[in-house]
């Protein structure tokens, strides 16, 4: 029986992800830090598609949340399909952050997908397939947002799987590895971060629904990098080969914005920072 592992699958982009892979066959494993939406998304998915899903509460940020889902993917039934979606964004500044907050999205925009790759991708060898989407974003394709660590992140995440993906052991393996390079996206991340996109144009915004969709299908093609949307899909192309010079002036600065305030950084802020940890969801 197919089996499919989803980190931050309690909503947005993984919960989408789940409901496509449940549609197609997969039994589910839900991962999100939060029990009580993970477990009312594993309801609905049950009584949607009829599939068999479990969940598990981990916090990726932390490396005992990782190990959890490590110990699942060496131990539990095989996984044939792995979503590394869960992630996080700051909506404040580089300078007005602390440097708890900026560890911590390090530590599961980063460091969760490589540990969470490295403990199913050996398993999925052996069997000879399976398939790891690795949820990066446009903004990884260079500064788009300045004064915010989350594009740098970001980038390492699409290098990261087109590393993997492209290699001759992983290809003659049988393992997929994909890079998803989503827009921006409707989901509770961006308010819930304080990241105001109210002057975003329409036009940027993508159902989280056509991400996994769109992701899945490149998946089955056998593509490594997934950019959904004509429109993204052109802003990459510029990103990746325009001159710097013709590309700077069209991101995005947070130092522009409101949260731009020196008079309170994070290090005077309780416990290191504002907030405590960032949320985990999905991101653009």
């Known amino acids: 029986m197919a089996l499919a592992l989803v980190t931050g699958a309690s909503s947005g982009i993984g919960e989408a992800f789940a409901r496509h892979l449940a549609r197609d066959g997969h039994d589910l494993v839900l991962v999100a830090r939060a029990p009580d939406p993970l477990e009312r998304t594993a309801r609905t998915l049950r009584a949607d598609t009829g599939r068999h899903v479990d969940v598990l509460s981990?916090?990726?940020?932390?490396?005992?949340?990782?190990?959890?889902?490590?110990?699942r993917l060496h131990s539990g039934p095989p996984v044939d399909v792995l979503v590394n979606n869960a992630g996080t964004v700051l909506g404040r500044p580089f300078p007005t952050t602390s440097?708890?907050?900026?560890?911590?999205?390090?530590?599961?925009?980063?460091?969760?997908?490589?540990?969470?790759?490295?403990?199913?991708?050996?398993?999925?060898?052996?069997?000879?397939?399976g398939a790891i989407v690795n949820v990066a974003s446009v903004a990884g394709c260079g500064p788009s947002w300045l004064a915010s660590s989350y594009p740098a992140s970001k980038a390492w995440v699409i290098a990261f799987s087109e590393s993997v993906?492209?290699?001759?052991?992983?290809?003659?393996?049988?393992?997929?590895?994909?890079?998803?390079?989503?827009?921006?996206?409707?989901?509770?991340?961006?308010?819930?971060?304080?990241?105001?996109?109210?002057?975003?144009?329409?036009?940027?915004?993508?159902?989280?629904?056509?991400?996994?969709?769109?992701?899945?299908?490149?998946?089955?093609?056998?593509?490594?990098?997934?950019?959904?949307?004509?429109?993204?899909?052109?802003?990459?192309?510029?990103?990746?080969?325009?001159?710097?010079?013709?590309?700077?002036?069209?991101?995005?600065?947070?130092?522009?914005?409101?949260?731009?305030?020196?008079?309170?950084?994070g290090a005077d802020l309780p416990d290191g920072g504002y907030p405590k940890r960032p949320v985990q969801e999905e991101k653009p």
């Open 165 to 265: 993906g492209r290699s001759k052991g992983v290809r003659q393996g049988g393992v997929r590895v994909l890079a998803v390079l989503p827009g921006y996206t409707r989901t509770a991340l961006h308010e819930r971060n304080a990241v105001d996109t109210a002057h975003f144009p329409s036009w940027m915004w993508l159902p989280a629904d056509r991400i996994a969709s769109t992701a899945l299908r490149d998946l089955r093609r056998g593509r490594v990098v997934c950019v959904p949307g004509r429109r993204y899909r052109a802003v990459v192309q510029a990103m990746r080969h325009l001159p710097r010079a013709l590309v700077l002036p069209l991101c995005w600065d947070l130092s522009r914005t409101d949260a731009w305030d020196l008079s309170r950084t």
């Open 99 to 129: 440097v708890v907050e900026e560890s911590a999205l390090l530590d599961l925009n980063i460091r969760a997908v490589m540990r969470l790759t490295h403990a199913a991708l050996p398993r999925m060898l052996r069997a000879g397939g």
């Open 58 to 71: 981990a916090d990726l940020a932390t490396a005992e949340g990782c190990a959890a889902v490590e110990e």
